[in-house]
Nanobody, 127 residues
Framework: QVQLVESGGGLVQAGGSLRLSCAASGRTFSSLVMGWFRQAPGKERALVATISRNGGSTYYADSVKGRFTISRDNAKNTVFLQMNSLKPEDTAVYYC????????????????????WGQGTQVTVSS
């Protein structure tokens, strides 16, 4: 079993930055593909970014490309989401997710592919 704990959410003005962290435990972190998802009120949970086991491959939703950066530190069992140039439409609960993977360069796009989830952290961007 994998336990995921997010931190770093909060209230920020439009144009500001936040850095989310997700600490993992319970399994060898380097065996996990990691993803960040978000869910706004009344909307489905959607992928923000995902990163492969070795950090060499990443994928971003079009809405965050050029503004957000996903990274991981396998020595510290942590994945990060650096969010810059935040917009009010980025307001959502952000979830960290994990999935065991065989290939070091693979990643996963959809929520149904992940089987471990954190509790979520609220990000609110004011205009």
């Amino acid at each position: 079993q994998v336990q995921l704990v997010e931190s770093g959410g909060g209230l920020v003005q439009a144009g500001g930055s936040l850095r989310l962290s997700c600490a993992a435990s319970g399994r060898t972190f380097s065996s996990l593909v990691m993803g960040w998802f978000r869910q706004a009120p009344g909307k489905e949970r959607a992928l923000v970014a995902t990163i492969s086991r070795n950090g060499g491959s990443t994928y971003y939703a079009d809405s965050v490309k050029g503004r957000f950066t996903i990274s991981r530190d396998n020595a510290k069992n942590t994945v990060f989401l650096q969010m810059n140039s935040l917009k009010p439409e980025d307001t959502a609960v952000y979830y960290c997710a994990a999935k065991l993977a065989v290939l070091t360069s693979s990643y996963f796009y959809t929520a149904s592919q992940y089987n471990h989830w954190g509790q979520g952290t609220q990000v609110t961007v004011s205009s």
